[in-house]
């Protein structure tokens, strides 16, 4: 049984999904176990990780315009905005989605479906860098 560990920075534009299915599988290939697990852990508690549909771009939108309606930009609503009115809103929708991925790696290749891809979330809405931590175990 083989481990593989790293952190791997993303500069994210604000607020949206972004795709980091290539750097992923990048890392994960230049591994070169043929079984396993990858576990993909997002540091953050204003930006998660998502498996979503990577073919149509209304899918991201649609979300993005789902997440709004149920964890707005309100100060009325919330105590905590120590860095502004999008800080309490990112962690809700962080708490929503989930900061950690479990992908199996079968035959030297990530398991993702046809139309699968691994998004950073970010729910900030200024640029920031992001770091994932990958931890591959297989062999």
Known sequence: MRQATTLLP???PGRGLLEVTDRIVDWARAQTMTEGLLTVFCRHTSASLL???N????????LEAFFAEIAPEDPARYAHDDEGPDDMPAHLRTALTGVNLSIPLIGGRLALGTWQGVYLFEHRRRPHRRELALHLIGG
């Open 10 to 12: 993303v500069d994210t």
């Open 51 to 53: 498996i979503q549909e």
């Open 55 to 62: 073919a149509a771009p209304e899918v991201r939108q649609d």
